[in-house]
């Protein structure tokens, strides 16, 4: 399968039981998260699968408790977030997970059924795919819910980053490896992170570990597994706190440490290219319809669900898509239109219309789906390449500076969540039973 399939095989291993083979009559405890448990069979997997994917750089992973132990943290992570989006109200139906998992298989190129049939070739139990699946759009409903309320990127922002790029300029690949420090750290604390984020300064510039090894043992990020790699940016998307640092470097340099929001940091430039040689500006647009029956706190969801089960089959029956959207959507943009929205990149209008949108062929029609707003029911009706106008334009590049501001602002609320939690870890590197 394709290396997208492999990449939520692999995230959704980390996940917890998601992908885990059945579960043993006798099993440890590894973890207690509040009133949830990780079990030490859980933990073993998806330490097996980090190793699996460092087959052949077994030397750039920490020490195996080390490694137990960031794992546990990540699975940690992972139950907080998932029990968040639940208390939180964040529900997600099989309609929806069905359409997830038929995206995965699209960009694949493979049907359900050979999906399916992959994952148990692996000897995996596809159930608890779904059940993984389940968990990950949780989390993404949880992020949405979110950026909608705590990020905002003002239009002199986007004009600023749109002359950037018209300025042309060079983009940076940058890594950072995070020391991180709780909400209202005490000076002791403050002391101890600023001494090891210097020790590990000290063993980068003596030559004795490379930083991506560096960030795999000593990061606190939550992409320190992947050697803290923060991908490629132009200098208006880095951090205003080390933006003009990194404009002097030359390719592997690193920064002196950086005292952060969220600690402290160690960030290094990996290389440098022209803006030129970023990706073309053509992307793939599709042109949809939708019908939406609106759920709010004055409506019956059964109702709801109801009603846009009615119009689905009517759709299935031969009924007009166009006129059944003008005399029913609750759409008051679209319903005058028939419900078109015209043509879009797939995540302008959030995850769950980019998952319907992008498991339709053009001419097909989605089941129901619901999103925030309520019950959809989506129609695909072309699909194009396009250059990117202005619009378009500045859409992305909001997205993307939203996107970059969310990065950090997530980092810290979840940090919030580890922090106020019960977490008693019962791994090899904790000692045994350890409550924080």
């Known amino acids: 399968m394709k290396k997208l399939f492999a990449c939520l095989i692999a995230g959704a291993l980390l996940a917890g039981p998601a992908l885990a083979q059945q579960v043993e009559p006798i099993d440890g405890i590894a973890a207690v998260v509040d009133e949830d448990v990780i079990l030490r069979s859980e933990l073993d997997r998806a330490v097996a699968n980090i190793r699996a994917q460092y087959a052949g750089r077994e030397e750039q992973l920490p020490p195996p408790a080390v490694l137990e132990r960031q794992v546990a943290e990540r699975l940690v992570l992972l139950k907080l977030q998932v029990a968040r989006a639940r208390d939180t109200g964040v529900r997600v139906g099989d309609q929806e997970v069905d359409q997830a998992i038929a995206a995965i298989a699209a960009q694949n190129g493979a049907t359900v059924q050979q999906l399916a049939a992959q994952i148990s070739a692996d000897g995996l139990d596809f159930d608890?795919?779904?059940?993984?699946?389940?968990?990950?759009?949780?989390?993404?409903?949880?992020?949405?819910?979110?950026?909608?309320?705590?990020i905002a990127v003002t239009e002199a922002e986007v004009d600023t980053?749109?002359?950037?790029q018209a300025a042309g300029g060079p983009q940076y690949h940058i890594a950072h490896i995070l020391v991180g420090l709780p909400e209202g750290a005490t000076p002791e604390q403050i002391r101890i992170a600023q001494e090891k984020v210097e020790g590990v300064k000290a063993l980068l510039d003596r030559g004795e570990m490379d930083f991506a090894a560096a960030a795999v043992r000593y990061s606190d990020s939550p992409n320190a597994l992947e050697g803290g790699d923060l991908g490629w940016r132009s200098l208006g998307e880095i951090p205003s706190a080390f933006a003009q640092m990194v404009a002097n470097m030359s390719p592997g340099e690193v920064t002196a440490p950086i005292r952060g929001p969220s600690g402290f940091q160690l960030v290094q430039l990996v290389d440098v290219r022209d803006a030129a040689e970023a990706a073309?500006?053509?992307?793939?647009?599709?042109?949809?319809?939708?019908?939406?029956?609106?759920?709010?706190?004055?409506?019956?969801?059964?109702?709801?669900?109801?009603?846009?089960?009615?119009?689905?089959?009517?759709?299935?029956?031969?009924?007009?898509?166009?006129?059944?959207?003008?005399?029913?959507?609750?759409?008051?943009?679209?319903?005058?239109?028939?419900?078109?929205?015209?043509?879009?990149?797939?995540?302008?209008?959030?995850?769950?219309?980019?998952?319907?949108?992008?498991?339709?062929?053009?001419?097909?029609?989605?089941?129901?789906?619901r999103t925030s707003a309520g019950w959809h029911i989506l129609k695909r009706t072309g699909t194009r390449e396009s250059d990117v106008g202005d619009q378009n334009r500045r859409a992305?590049?909001?997205?993307?500076?939203?996107?970059?501001?969310?990065?950090?602002?997530?980092e810290r609320f979840v940090r919030e969540l580890r922090s106020e939690a019960f977490v008693d870890l019962r791994t090899a590197s904790a000692g045994g039973p350890q409550a924080d």
């Open 128 to 150: 608890q795919f779904r059940d993984s699946v389940r968990e990950e759009l949780m989390i993404q409903h949880l992020r949405n819910r979110f950026a909608r309320s705590e």
């Open 161 to 164: 980053a749109l002359q950037a």
């Open 280 to 369: 073309p500006q053509m992307v793939e647009q599709v042109r949809a319809s939708h019908i939406l029956i609106r759920t709010d706190e004055g409506t019956d969801p059964a109702a709801a669900k109801a009603e846009a089960d009615t119009l689905h089959a009517r759709l299935v029956g031969g009924a007009d898509f166009a006129e059944l959207a003008r005399t029913n959507s609750q759409d008051v943009s679209s319903q005058a239109d028939g419900g078109d929205l015209g043509w879009f990149v797939p995540q302008q209008y959030g995850p769950e219309i980019a998952t319907a949108v992008t498991a339709l062929r053009d001419g097909e029609v989605s089941e129901p789906f």
């Open 396 to 410: 992305q590049v909001r997205e993307m500076l939203g996107r970059r501001k969310l990065e950090d602002r997530w």
